[in-house]
């Protein structure tokens, strides 16, 4: 569903162009689960950010199921990252002023979803991640597991084909952060796909897949 | 996006800066209001001084002796000194058809003496016409009597101030009063109606014009007042009016004609200049309340990265983000613009408690232009700080907590 081809993406520092990613190929199918690790530098956000359309590469071919995505206008990708990816953040990136259901109802909004649908939904995912109690917090009243759980609540309101975890458990004790992977993993094995970012060896090993970055390049792919 | 939810969280963003919020708020509503209030005491300028113009007469046109225009060219070898107006001058205006009253105006001051007590008072000399042309009221008997303009009869009419300091609770009505070295019996007072375009008609005594000429010594007048038959034959009467006094001084055109109408036009001309001025500057400190939008905005926007970066992410295009900020500051100069229509409301009320006979007023275009002028300086400032806001890359907005 994700196919990547000869991904290149070059900045320009002053004079010198640092390549950030260097001749990426990469196929990811439905229902995979992903891990990509390596050092900071590695290209690891860099790819993340070219996958989740927010980013575009300087090189190369990006098919999204089966659609070229490459070169679409702002409102296109925005339409895609909408219905197709749910992210999930290692600051979790909640609206303070917001409750913990409205958070979770911003992407409703933003496909322009009639309220009383909308609040329905918003209590159904709520109540299934076990925060059914929380709906009316907001985000500062809430634990830091109970905040990244909102922020997949978010992620999972557009029933998205892709979750992309960026450092999903940087900012969350080891329990809680177990907690939060072991929750993204339940999602996996309802057939989403789950790509996460992570320095955490320990989480990474988790994956099926596991991608190691070095300078840009993939260095390791390994599968089990 | 739906609006109501736009709305909603637009609403939401303000709300959550109940300081900042105010300030602008204040800002806005200073500016709404001055437009409001400066709008309302221009044009109620504006129509106060027309209606007392209105109030001198109607259809009136008023004559001066000498001709008063500015020509070109050398001055005339011979001295050209104006006629007089005279009384039968004056008179012969009623031979036009278009002209229904005239009345002859002489002035002076002199003292005017009863029983002791003397002072010096504004003497007008005219005749019986003038109470029509001026639309007096007399408060007590009658005014002057309809007889030979020539006739310097010993009679006089005055005004309510004058009653009261020579004659305080005693009786007027009948009594013979000095003006100058002329004794005359008082016959009526005027109805007290306050100052009229400079002349206060308590302060002065009327006598017949011939008895005015006899005492100031003079047999020019000071003007005369004609009325037309209507409104529609101002025009005609006015050029009568200069035929005939042509051909009474023998093919000199030497007077001056005013038209209460145009009089009316030139301050109505004036006054709206002055109050869209007024407004001008009033409008001056909703431009100010447009760049603190402005700041608020940018400021907004550097302290909301992180959620615009989100939105962004999560599938905000553009056009959503811009929509939003917009909204912002449209809410923004939306609940100004109406606090400051409450605030310049409330002021003109509490101008009028005040000054009762000054008839304040908002003008209606005054309302329509303070508010749509702050709703678009909302906007229009609005349009940069959303736009920065809709171009950030949602990258970098998310990269740093």
């Known amino acids: ?224 | 996006m739906r609006y109501i939810d736009n709305l909603n969280l637009a609403f939401n963003a303000i709300g959550a800066h109940h300081v900042r919020t105010l300030l602008i708020l204040i800002g806005i509503s200073i500016g709404v209001s001055s437009v409001i209030l400066l709008t309302a005491l221009g044009d109620s300028a504006r129509r106060y001084v027309i209606s007392e113009f209105a109030a001198l007469g109607t259809n009136l046109i008023v004559i001066l002796p000498g001709r008063s225009e500015t020509t070109g060219g050398p001055p005339p070898l011979m001295g050209e000194t104006p006629r007089d107006l005279t009384v039968d001058d004056a008179m012969s205006l009623l031979r036009s058809y278009n002209i229904s009253r005239v009345a002859p105006i002489t002035v002076g001051s002199t003292p005017v003496n009863y029983q002791g007590r003397e002072r010096v008072v504004d003497v007008i000399g005219t005749t019986a016409d003038m109470k029509e042309i001026r639309h007096l009221e007399m408060a007590q008997g009658d005014f002057l009597p309809r007889t030979d303009p020539r006739e310097a009869s010993p009679v006089c009419v005055v005004g309510e101030k004058i009653r009261k300091e020579l004659f305080g609770p005693e009786k007027s009505l009948g009594e013979w009063l000095r003006t100058g070295n002329r004794r005359c019996r008082v016959i009526g007072i005027i109805k007290s109606t306050g100052v009229s375009i400079g002349v206060d008609l308590d302060d002065i005594v009327i006598i017949p014009v011939a008895s005015a000429q006899i005492l100031f010594d003079s047999p020019g007048l000071f003007r005369v007042l004609v009325e037309a038959k209507r409104s529609s034959l101002i025009g005609a009467a006015s050029e009568d009016a200069r035929q005939i006094i042509k051909d009474r001084h023998e093919g000199e055109d030497d007077i001056t004609i005013i038209t209460q109408d145009s009089i009316i036009a030139t301050f109505d001309k004036i006054l709206s200049t002055l109050t869209y001025g007024l407004a001008g500057i009033g409008t001056i400190s909703l431009a100010v309340a447009g760049i603190l939008i402005m700041n608020v905005m940018l400021v907004s926007v550097a302290q909301r990265r992180n959620e615009i970066g989100l939105l962004k992410a999560i599938g905000a295009p553009k056009h959503e983000i811009l929509k939003l900020f917009i909204s912002e500051a449209l809410l923004f100069s939306v609940s100004g613009a109406l606090l400051g229509l409450l605030l310049g409301l409330g002021a003109t009320e509490i101008i009028k408690r005040l000054y009762p006979t000054f008839p304040v007023a908002v003008p209606a275009w005054g309302i329509i232009a303070a508010c749509g002028i702050a709703i678009i300086t909302g906007v229009l400032f609005g349009v940069l700080p959303a736009k920065r806001a809709a171009e950030l890359d949602p990258i970098l907005a998310l990269e740093k907590h």
């Open chain 1, 1 to 224: 569903m994700i196919l990547l081809n000869g991904i290149s993406r070059d900045f320009l520092l002053g004079d010198t162009t640092v390549h950030a990613l260097s001749d990426i190929n990469l196929e990811i199918g439905q229902g995979d689960y992903l891990s990509i690790m390596g050092p900071s530098g590695s290209g690891k956000s860099t790819l993340l950010n070219i996958i989740a359309l927010l980013d575009r590469p300087s090189k190369g071919s990006y098919l999204l199921n089966q659609k070229n995505v490459i070169g679409l206008h702002d409102e296109e990708l925005a339409k895609i990252r909408r219905e197709n990816i749910g992210f999930v953040f290692q600051f979790f990136h909640l609206i303070h002023r917001l409750t913990a259901a409205e958070n979770v109802g911003i992407p409703l909004i933003l496909s322009g979803m009639p309220p009383q649908e909308r609040r329905e939904r918003v209590e159904a995912v709520m109540e299934s991640f076990g925060l059914a109690e929380r709906t009316h917090h907001k985000p500062d009243q809430l634990s830091g597991g109970e905040r990244q759980r909102v922020a997949i609540c978010r992620a999972m309101i557009m029933h998205p084909t892709v979750i992309l975890a960026d450092e999903p458990t940087g900012n969350l004790d080891q329990v809680t952060g177990r907690q939060v992977i072991d929750l993204l993993e339940d999602l996996n094995k309802e057939g989403v796909t789950l790509i996460v970012v992570t320095h955490d060896v320990d989480i990474g090993k988790r994956a099926r897949r596991r991608l190691r970055l070095v300078d840009g390049r993939i260095v390791e792919d390994i599968r089990n």
